[in-house]
């Protein structure tokens, strides 16, 4: 972190009120946001050295900081272009039946595998995830 990101923002609160809640200048609350977008600047660890709340910092920096550099050194990203080609597709004369070995789905999460194999209500196959998912 730069030691400039180190220094604390002077005339930030403007006011606190009776029950601690506190005001900010729109010039404090600017100087903090492009501190954040400063590349090696930790956004949380500004937040604490000003007594900030690190939610309402972020709120800042997308209000009133300028947008975080993508990438980390001088290089600049380049334009690939990009050649489309036409894709055709053709349906078969006679439709092709499925036998029962053919049509299958088998579904595996963390220990458990679920095959299914022939024809199923979509609905019942729904049910059945659903009850899974919510075990997990």
């Not at 601690?20 to 200048?25: A, I, T």
């Not at 550099?69 to 990009?82: G, I």
């Not at 049509?103 to 220990?111: D, M, P």
């Amino acid at each position: 972190m730069s030691e400039d990101a180190e220094e604390l923002v002077k005339g930030l609160v403007t006011k606190t009120g009776v029950k601690g809640r506190r005001s900010y200048s729109k010039a404090g609350k600017r100087v903090l946001a492009r501190r954040c977008t400063e590349p090696g600047v930790s956004l949380a660890r500004v937040a604490l050295l000003h007594g900030v709340n690190a939610n309402l910092l972020r709120r800042w920096v997308v209000q009133y900081g300028k947008p975080r550099a993508r990438l980390t050194s001088n290089a600049r990203a380049e334009t690939v272009p990009v050649t489309l080609l036409p894709v055709t597709t053709q349906r078969p004369d006679v439709p092709r039946a499925l036998s029962f070995s053919e049509s299958s789905i088998e579904i595996t999460l963390s220990a458990a595998t679920i095959r299914v194999r022939g024809s199923v209500d979509a609905s019942v196959l729904d049910i059945v995830l659903e009850c899974v998912r919510r075990r997990l």
